[in-house]
C-alpha cells in the first residue's frame, strides 16, 4: 500500500510542461528528501531526481523537482515523445516500526 | 561502468523458498548500501528491504518482514535475497537496487 500519493496520469503535447504532485506526510516527505524514478514499460527504473532537486549526470535538464512542507513535484518542460513512461516519487519514512522507503502510486505520462 | 546482475528467480509453489542473488561490478560495492524492490505484475513498485554497506543496518517492508532475509557479501561483491514461505501475492519482478542504479530485475513467480 502506496503511502505517498500521485495522479494516475497527465499528458501534454510535444513542447508543453507538464508537472506531477506527491503528497505524504511529516514522516515521509515532510522530515527527508525526495527522490524521482522513470520507468518506461518493460525497463528497470531509473533514478530522475534525487535530494528533491538534484539531477544525475546524464539527466536533461527539462526534469525538475521541488519539494514543499509535505508535498513534492516533478516538473517535465519542452515534453519529448521519449517522456512517455511511469514516473514515481519516493522517500524514507521514519515509521515506528523501523525506517520505510516509501514509493508513490506512480502517475503515467502521455505525449499526445 | 556500472552493473547489477539479478539472478535466482523462477517458478515456486505457496510456502516454498527462494534466494534471489545480485552480481555487482564496476563500483565499490563494499561502501554503497544496497536494496531490493519489486513490482507485481501490471503494479507500482514496492520497497522490500535495505541493507547498509556494512551489513550493520537492515530494514523490512512489513509485508516481508520475518519471511525474507537480505544479506551480502562484499568479499564477492554480491546481494542476496533469501525467500522463505512464500505467498502467491510475493509474485513480482525483484529489482537489485543501489541509491542510483538498479538491475534489470528477475521475475519470481509463486503459484500452485
Known amino acids: 500500500q502506496s503511502v505517498l500519493t500521485q495522479p494516475p496520469s497527465a499528458s501534454g503535447t510535444p513542447g508543453q510542461r507538464v508537472t506531477i504532485s506527491c503528497s505524504g506526510s511529516s514522516s515521509n516527505i515532510g522530515s527527508n528528501t525526495v527522490n524521482w524514478y522513470q520507468q518506461v514499460p518493460g525497463t528497470a527504473p531509473k533514478l530522475l531526481i534525487y535530494s528533491n532537486d538534484e539531477r544525475p549526470s546524464g539527466v536533461p535538464d527539462r526534469f525538475s523537482g521541488s519539494k514543499s512542507g509535505t508535498s513534492a513535484s516533478l516538473a517535465i518542460s519542452g515534453l519529448q515523445s521519449e517522456d512517455e513512461a511511469d514516473y514515481y516519487c519516493a522517500a524514507w519514512d521514519d515509521s515506528l516500526n523501523g525506517p520505510k522507503y516509501v514509493f508513490g502510486t506512480g502517475t503515467k505520462v502521455t505525449v499526445l | 561502468e556500472v552493473q547489477l546482475v539479478e539472478s535466482g528467480g523462477g517458478l515456486v509453489k505457496p510456502g516454498g523458498s527462494l534466494r534471489l542473488s545480485c552480481a555487482a561490478s564496476?563500483?565499490?560495492?563494499?561502501?554503497?548500501?544496497m536494496n531490493w524492490v519489486r513490482q507485481a505484475p501490471g503494479k507500482g513498485l514496492e520497497w522490500v528491504a535495505s541493507i547498509s554497506s556494512g551489513s550493520g543496518y537492515i530494514y523490512y517492508a512489513d509485508s516481508v518482514k520475518g519471511r525474507f532475509t537480505i544479506s551480502r557479501d562484499n568479499a564477492k561483491n554480491s546481494l542476496y535475497l533469501q525467500m522463505n514461505s512464500l505467498r502467491v501475492e510475493d509474485t513480482a519482478v525483484y529489482y537489485c537496487?543501489?541509491?542510483?542504479?538498479w538491475g534489470q530485475g528477475t521475475l519470481v513467480t509463486v503459484s500452485s
Open positions: 537496487a543501489k541509491e542510483d542504479y
Open positions: 564496476g563500483f565499490s560495492f563494499s561502501t554503497y548500501n
